[in-house]
């Protein structure tokens, strides 16, 4: 069973950037595709990013394309998710997770097994 750890988070300005790391441990990622979700206070949590297991295909929200990119490493141990440009909506708790994901539901909660604990995000306007 895979363990999920994820860090990064921080305060940054409106325009600025953080980049999310998240560790996997227990087992490598080769059968998982990883997810970022975020929540931000009050909210549902969402999907903000996906990489596919297979060949890599990645997957974004429309509110962070362009402007968010999620990358792995060639041990599949890491998966970071760079954030640039950010603003305050960007705002919230983000999560790894690991799952056998179906492509076009990579931003539903239910298809991913394993979570880690989260890193807070927050951008100041």
């Known amino acids: 069973e895979v363990q999920l750890q994820a860090s990064g988070g921080g305060l940054a300005q409106t325009g600025g950037s953080l980049r999310l790391s998240c560790v996997a441990s227990?087992?490598?990622?080769?059968?998982?595709?990883i997810g970022w979700f975020r929540q931000a206070p009050g909210k549902e949590r969402e999907g903000v990013s996906c990489i596919d297991r297979v060949d890599g295909t990645t997957y974004y929200a429309d509110s962070v394309k362009g402007r968010f990119t999620i990358s792995k490493d060639n041990t599949n141990t890491t998966v970071w998710l760079q954030m640039n440009n950010l603003k305050p909506e960007d705002t919230g708790i983000y999560y790894c997770a690991a799952g056998w994901v179906g492509a076009w539901r990579w931003a539903q909660t239910s298809e991913y097994d394993f979570w880690g604990q989260g890193t807070q995000v927050t951008v100041s306007s």
């Open positions: 227990g087992d490598t990622l080769d059968d998982y595709a």
